[in-house]
Nanobody, 127 residues
């Protein structure tokens, strides 16, 4: 069983930067493709970013492209989401997700493709 713990969410002002971290345990992180999703109050969960198991490939939602960066340090068992130029519409609970993956696997943007989920961390961006 894989456990995921997200940290880093907080209240910030528009234009600020924030870095979220996700620490997987219970599986070799090198076998996990990772993703970040978010759910704003009253809205459906949406894809934010994904990264392949070796970090060589990434994908982003159009709404965050150019502002957010997903990365990973497998040696530290950590996946990051660097968020710059934050906007009030980025306010949401952010979830880390993981799925067992093979090297040739394509990046997944659908949450139903991820088997493991963290508890979420709240990001609030004030205007």
């Amino acid at each position: 069983q894989v456990q995921l713990v997200e940290t880093g969410g907080e209240l910030v002002q528009a234009g600020d930067s924030l870095r979220l971290s996700c620490a997987p345990s219970g599986r070799n992180i090198g076998r996990l493709a990772m993703g970040w999703f978010r759910r704003a109050l009253g809205k459906e969960r949406e894809f934010v970013a994904a990264i392949s198991r070796n970090g060589g490939r990434t994908a982003y939602a159009d709404s965050v492209k150019g502002r957010f960066t997903i990365s990973r340090e497998n040696a530290k068992y950590t996946v990051y989401l660097q968020m710059n130029s934050l906007k009030p519409e980025d306010t949401a609970v952010y979830y880390c997700a993981a799925r067992d993956s093979i090297l040739t696997d394509y990046l997944r943007t659908d949450g139903t493709d991820y088997r493991y989920w963290g508890q979420g961390t709240q990001v609030t961006v004030s205007s």
